[in-house]
C-alpha cells in the first residue's frame, strides 16, 4: 500500500527559500500600514522580521511549532494596547495581498488564509 | 542565589542581576561602556561553570569556544556559580602617535599597535586607559594603513574624550581591544549602487568604509550622507571632496539643520537621501552614528525597498544607561 501524505502549503509554495522571499514584502506591508505599524515602532527590525518569518511558517503548515500559549503570551502586551480584531484583520488582508503578489494560486491562499484564522483567538487573548 | 568568583572572592547576584552589574555594585572595577552587549568592552572569560547563550551572541566562535562572554548580557539562573577571569589576554597594547582636531569638537586620535590588529574597516574597538577607563570608538583607517584612527567627539564632562583632548600626549600608552561590529564592505556585486549614512563621528566608520569599497574597485555608485546640526559638525569636507574628484562614482552630500550654504545643503538627513536617491531598490545601505536616527533611517528604507540582508547599521549607544549617565554619556 502507498500513501502519499498531502504536502503542506509550506512545501508547495516553495518551503524555506519562499518564505524569505515572502517576509520582506509581508513585513514591508505591515510597517507601512498606520493602523498597524505603531505595535512595531520600539522593535528590533531583525528580530522582529525573523518573528514574521516563523508566523508565516506557521500558517503554511512549515516545520515550526508555534503553540497557541506562545500567541498569547506574546500578543499580551499588544492586547493590552489596544489590539483588536480590526488590526487582525488587517494583518491577514497584508498576508493575502503579499500572497497574491508572490503569484500564490488562490486555493492556496485561501488555506492560509483559513490557518491564519484558526489564529485568531489566541492573538486577541480570547 | 547565583554566585560569581572573580579573583579570589565570590560575589552574590541579585536575581535577574547582570554579572557586570553585580561586580560593579560590589566595588570591582570590570571595563565596560555600552552595557547592552554590543561594544564588548566588558568582555570576560568564564573558568568554571556555564554561561547562559544569550551571554556570548555576536561573539566570534574563537571566542566563544575560549568561554568568552559579555559580562553585561550574562544573567545566570539561580544556583549557578561561576568563576569568571578579565579578557586582558585579548588586549593588545598600544601608544598614541598623533593627536589633532579635525573640527573644535572632534579629535583624531591615531594609535600605533605592538602587534597588529586584525580587522575590516567600519568595526570598532575598546579603548581601554591604563587605570581601566573603557569606551569605544569606531575605526576610520584601513587595515592596511599603519595607524589605527579613531574620531573622538569632545563630550562636556567626557571622562575619556576629556582626557584624551586635554591630557594625553603623544607616546602615551593605552589598550585596545577587538574588533567588533559587522558593519563594513565586503566585495562583491561591484556594481550595486551603495548608499552610506550617518551623524555626527558616524563618518568616521563610513569614511573608511568607502575607501575601502573605492580601494576594493567597486564601480557602481556610492553615495556618502553626513549630517549634522551645524556646519561646525561636519569635518573632513575637503578630504572627501577631493575624494569624490578622484573618484567619479563617488558622491558625497554634507547636510546641516540650519546653517546651509551652496555646498551644504539645509535639511532632514532623511529628506536629503530621498530627494537624491528616490528609489534605492536593490542597494547596500550602511547607516552609523546617533542611535534613533540610524534606527529611523533603516525602517524608512526598507519600506522604500531595500533588502534587510542589505542594510548594516552601527547604532551609537550611550556608555551608560539612561539613568544611572553621570557625565560621559555617548561613547562615540
Redesign the interface.
Known amino acids: 500500500m502507498s500513501v502519499t501524505a498531502e504536502k503542506s502549503v509550506y512545501e508547495q509554495l516553495g518551503g524555506e527559500p519562499a518564505m524569505a522571499a515572502a517576509v520582506?514584502v509581508f513585513?514591508?506591508k505591515v510597517?507601512?500600514d498606520d493602523h498597524i505599524s505603531h505595535f512595531f515602532e520600539d522593535v528590533d527590525?531583525?528580530r522582529q522580521?525573523a518573528k514574521q518569518k516563523a508566523f508565516l511558517t506557521m500558517v503554511t503548515g512549515g516545520p515550526v511549532h508555534y503553540s497557541g500559549k506562545d500567541m498569547r503570551a506574546g500578543h499580551a502586551p499588544l492586547v493590552k494596547r489596544g489590539l483588536n480584531d480590526s488590526h487582525f484583520d488587517a494583518v491577514a488582508g497584508h498576508l493575502k495581498a503579499t500572497l497574491e503578489e508572490l503569484g500564490v494560486a488562490a486555493p492556496l491562499v485561501a488555506k492560509v488564509l483559513t490557518i491564519a484564522e484558526s489564529a485568531r483567538a489566541d492573538v486577541l487573548g480570547r | 542565589m547565583a554566585k560569581v568568583k572573580h579573583e579570589s572572592d565570590w560575589y552574590p547576584l541579585e536575581s535577574g542581576e547582570s554579572v557586570l552589574d553585580a561586580l560593579l555594585r560590589q566595588g570591582v572595577s570590570i571595563p565596560n561602556a555600552c552595557r547592552a552587549g554590543a561594544c564588548q568592552s566588558c568582555l570576560m572569560r568564564a573558568v568554571a561553570g556555564t554561561v547562559p547563550e544569550a551571554a556570548q551572541v555576536g561573539l566570534k566562535d574563537t571566542l566563544r569556544a575560549q568561554g568568552y562572554f559579555l559580562a553585561c548580557a550574562c544573567r545566570p539562573p539561580e544556583g549557578t556559580l561561576l568563576e569568571v577571569t578579565g579578557a586582558e589576554a585579548l588586549r593588545i597594547p598600544a601608544r598614541i602617535q598623533a593627536l589633532s582636531w579635525l573640527s573644535t569638537s572632534v579629535l583624531r586620535v591615531r594609535l600605533v599597535t605592538d602587534s597588529p590588529l586584525a580587522y575590516h574597516a567600519g568595526q570598532y574597538l575598546s579603548l581601554v586607559r591604563e587605570d581601566g577607563l573603557t569606551r569605544s570608538y569606531s575605526l576610520a583607517s584601513l587595515p592596511h594603513e599603519d595607524a589605527l584612527e579613531l574620531h573622538v567627539r569632545l563630550l562636556p564632562g567626557g571622562a575619556m574624550s576629556g582626557w584624551l583632548a586635554h591630557d594625553a600626549r603623544p607616546g602615551d600608552r593605552l589598550q585596545v581591544q577587538g574588533p567588533a561590529g559587522s558593519c563594513f564592505y565586503v566585495p562583491g556585486r561591484p556594481e550595486q549602487p551603495l548608499l552610506l549614512a550617518g551623524t555626527g563621528t558616524g563618518l568616521a566608520p563610513l569614511y573608511g568604509i568607502v575607501r575601502d569599497a573605492l580601494a576594493a574597485g567597486h564601480a557602481g555608485p556610492i553615495w556618502l550622507f553626513h549630517g549634522a546640526r551645524t556646519p561646525e559638525g561636519l569635518y573632513l569636507t575637503s578630504e572627501l571632496r577631493a575624494l569624490a574628484e578622484q573618484h567619479p562614482q563617488f558622491r558625497y552630500r554634507p547636510g546641516v539643520l540650519e546653517g546651509g550654504t551652496r555646498d551644504v545643503a539645509e535639511g532632514a538627513l532623511d529628506a536629503l537621501i530621498r530627494a537624491e536617491c528616490p528609489k534605492p531598490l536593490g542597494w547596500r545601505a550602511w547607516l552609523c552614528g546617533d542611535g534613533p536616527l540610524v534606527l529611523s533611517l533603516r525602517k524608512k528604507l526598507f519600506l522604500a525597498g531595500l533588502s534587510l540582508k542589505d542594510l548594516h547599521t552601527d547604532a551609537f549607544l550611550p556608555s551608560v544607561p539612561q539613568g544611572q549617565r553621570t557625565s560621559d554619556a555617548g561613547a562615540r
Open positions: 520582506e513585513y514591508r510597517l507601512a527590525m531583525e522580521a
